[in-house]
């Protein structure tokens, strides 16, 4: 069974807890940068079993009637049409999808800032759109000598020609990703905030790394696995241990940036709040972990998903090889290989056995099921029939969807829509299971337990279509794959 290392409850109510102390200390006005996701956070939720996906989201719930959120963008992102990679839509229509999201659960979104603003048509077009939308729109705009000319940067000239942010509530959210500027964003508002007579604090929300777990701990570890290719490494943060004399666990970026952080705030606030970048987080994730060891083999193989997943990158183009590299000597300090994932083997075998495509999934009880290629079937779909008759504990020779159902989509696949490929994708294997389960009791009961496949791990012998991969991904199976096409071709499709 899949253990529990971490209380979701106990993270909730320190966090919320915590923030609200940090609010006091300063005006009843705190400005906090907020890292990583806040919904659908799927690494924290991997190498923290028992850390939902909308934790931090739940835990800014708890203080939503002091909140309020502003969501920031780079113009340069609008202007290239930078995309998110896992849900393929532009920054900007990320932007809109947030403003959806928050507002529906009750969170206020005060307003959205343009950052970098330089005229870009795409941006102007974009506030335009907001503002017709009734969103309130701010700019900011590119400072030169921005972040170490204090003199410039903490002036009339520099954070002076920004767009003063107007905002109500006593917390300000300050999201979404890395290269927005959101802590630009933040560091202006306190200029303002000050010239206006109010003394606003700011504050850093990061869950990785733990600052309070060893620096070589398995979760940090898989931080660094999860950002190979941006070289994010973890470090003992130097400031907090001079001042302090205690060990904390902070990354290169915040470590080499605080001398310049702590003289803007001295230069705005005449004095710095925080003796070390550990003192400007409120994280209490390593408080919350209720299991050492189920979150230390978590992130273990978190670490070996990156692995896999890395390679894939590469072969794409999207890394380069120092990131494989990378994931390589943190594999080696944990003295992990890749087949340390249980499923991968057996994927292999299928392969090796049949000469075709092999799929594997590790079922939450540890159970391996494995599925073939066959004339009608890909090795991932047969995989995930066979995987919910042993759910359901059906027995292997029956049949779940019958021929008849599947051989018609076959030959509408290969004949009038002319694919070479007549095998039935997972998405399409799950309808026609649907269709099935009208006038089959077996299939209904199959179908009954398509939830119990979340978690569940599972590895493919070639890179498979983005339409499995996606049908995985949302089933919560975490796929790894080898880094080969099926076919020897240089167009894949």
């Known amino acids: 069974m899949r253990k529990i290392g971490f209380s979701n409850e106990k993270y ?24 990583g996701k806040l919904f659908d956070d799927h690494h924290a939720s991997r190498v923290l079993p028992g850390f939902e996906p909308d934790s931090k989201l739940k835990m800014l719930l708890e203080l939503k009637q002091d909140a309020e959120i502003i969501i920031v963008i780079n113009a340069n992102d609008i202007e290239n049409n930078k995309m998110r990679g896992d849900l393929g839509i532009t920054y900007d ?23 970098r603003f330089e005229n870009q048509v795409h941006a102007i077009a974009f506030q335009k759109k907001l503002e017709n939308l009734g ?45 927005s500027g959101k802590m630009a964003t933040c560091l202006s508002q306190l200029y303002h905030e000050y010239t206006h007579g109010v003394k606003a604090g700011y504050a850093k929300f990061e869950t990785f790394p733990i600052w309070n777990i060893p620096l070589k701990h398995p979760v940090n570890l898989a931080y660094e696995a999860a950002t190979a290719d941006l070289n994010d490494v973890n470090m003992i943060d130097p400031f907090h241990l001079e001042a302090y004399n205690e060990t904390t666990v902070n990354y290169n970026r915040d470590v080499e940036i605080f ?20 003192d400007m987080g409120v994280n209490m994730a390593g408080n919350a972990i209720i299991d050492d060891e189920a979150c230390k083999e978590a992130s273990k193989q978190e670490i070996i998903r990156r692995y896999y997943q890395t390679k894939l990158d590469f072969k ?8 494989i590299s990378k994931i390589e ?15 991968v083997n057996h994927a292999l075998e299928i392969e090796e056995k049949t000469n075709e495509p092999g799929f594997a999934i590790e079922l939450n009880d540890g159970h391996i099921i494995t599925g073939k290629t066959t004339s009608l079937l890909g090795s991932a779909s047969a995989c995930l029939l066979n995987a919910l008759k042993y759910l359901a504990n059906i027995d292997d020779d029956i049949l779940l969807i019958e021929p008849e159902v599947i051989e018609p989509v076959a030959k509408l696949k290969k004949g009038i829509l002319k694919n070479k490929n007549p095998r039935l994708h997972t998405d399409e294997i799950l309808l026609s299971l649907s269709i099935s389960a009208n ?32 049908t995985l991904k949302r089933l919560g199976i975490r796929l790894t794959s080898e880094d080969k096409f099926q076919f020897n071709r240089i167009y894949q499709k």
């Open 259 to 278: 001398p310049v952080l702590e003289s803007t705030f001295k230069k705005i606030m005449s004095t710095c709040p925080y003796k070390s970048p550990t």
């Open 135 to 179: 969103i309130k729109v701010f700019r900011h705009y590119p400072i030169a000598g921005y972040p170490n000319d204090i003199e410039k940067i903490v002036s009339e000239e520099g954070f002076g020609i920004n767009d003063y942010i107007e905002t109500t509530k006593p917390l300000v959210v300050v999201t979404p990703g890395p290269g």
């Open 439 to 470: 006038n089959n009791e077996n299939a209904k009961k199959a179908l009954s337990c398509i939830e119990q496949l979340q978690y569940c791990e599972a590895h493919s012998s070639v890179i498979l279509s983005e339409t499995d991969i996606d």
């Open 93 to 115: 229509l990320e932007v809109l999808r947030l403003i959806d999201a928050f507002q529906n659960i009750g969170l206020y979104v005060g307003s959205v800032t343009i950052t």
């Open 316 to 323: 794409r183009g999207l890394v380069d090889k120092s990131a």
């Open 12 to 35: 909730i109510e320190l966090q919320s807890k915590y923030i609200k102390e940090r609010i006091k200390q300063f005006d009843n006005k705190l400005y906090l940068e907020f890292g």
């Open 329 to 343: 000597a943190i594999m080696l300090t944990l003295d992990l290989k890749a087949t340390d994932r249980k499923c």
